[in-house]
């Protein structure tokens, strides 16, 4: 199984707190230190689980807008988007388990033309404040059928870390991967108040391969 490079930290430490707990169980506890170890063994191996990076063939898509994420379709409504659209979107809320794979892919083709970091709070991540008030990250793409996209990746309660790779000027393609985020989180899109949206409340999407929405060009 392949790893994301971001589990590098996370699975080395857990590796020494796990040899070190169950080193002392067994010397304390000797023959009742499995009733430590079993647990801590099935906590050690979903640490590697969380990190998987599955082989997916990805491709090449214009009009359609791709699933960024693993998870569960949690919202669907006409919204403000006030940071950078500065007018009506439909959002799209995406929310992951900490059983998701976590990789964070482009809906749209296009060009990234902004990106913003933004800190702040870790409520639920499917609380609807969560999007504006949560650690998150802020990115736009300009599409190939020349509307402007915005999707953001939401830290949640127990999600603390969120990378984005992109830069303004990279080019998007769908379905590909641009970031990160450790453990439950969500993940809001931002679309043409004209987009036609193919997916529902309760849908679970597939990350780069499930098609949420269609862009008219």
Request: proline share 4%; aromatic share 14%.
């Given at each position: 199984?392949?790893l994301?490079?971001?589990?590098k930290?996370?699975i080395i ?8 707990v169950?080193a002392?169980s067994i010397?304390?506890?000797?023959m ?5 170890i ?8 979903l ?10 063939d ?6 359609n807008?791709?699933?960024?994420v693993?998870?569960k379709?949690?919202m ?7 940071e950078?659209?500065k007018?009506?979107?439909?959002q ?7 059983l ?16 913003k ?6 409520l639920v991540?499917?609380?609807e ?5 949560n650690?998150?990250?802020t ?7 020349n509307?402007?996209v915005?999707?953001r ?8 870390r969120?990378?984005f ?17 450790k ?13 036609e949206i193919?997916?529902?409340i309760?849908d679970?999407?597939k990350?780069?391969i499930?098609v949420i929405?269609?862009?008219?060009d």
């Open positions: 199984m392949k994301h490079k971001e589990s930290g996370t430490v857990a590796s020494l707190l796990f040899a070190v169950a002392l010397y304390f506890l000797e009742w230190s499995l009733l430590i079993i647990p801590l063994l099935i906590i050690y191996s640490v590697f689980w969380f990190f998987r990076v599955p082989n997916r990805i491709l090449d898509h214009t009009e807008v791709i699933a960024p693993d998870g379709v949690v669907i409504k006409e919204v403000e988007e006030t950078f659209l007018e009506k979107a439909i799209v809320s995406i929310f992951m388990s900490p998701n794979v976590h990789i964070c892919r482009f809906p749209v083709s296009g060009n990234v033309i902004y990106k970091y933004h800190p702040g709070k870790y991540a499917w609380h404040k969560s999007s504006t008030e650690e998150r990250t990115v736009a793409v300009e599409s190939l059928t509307h402007k915005v999707f990746q939401i830290a949640g309660y127990v999600a603390r969120i990378v790779y992109c830069n303004e000027g990279d080019t998007a393609k769908a379905g590909h991967e641009f970031g990160f985020i453990f439950g989180s969500r993940m809001d899109i931002f679309l043409p108040l004209d987009t193919t997916c529902k309760g679970k999407t990350g780069g499930d929405a269609r862009m008219k």
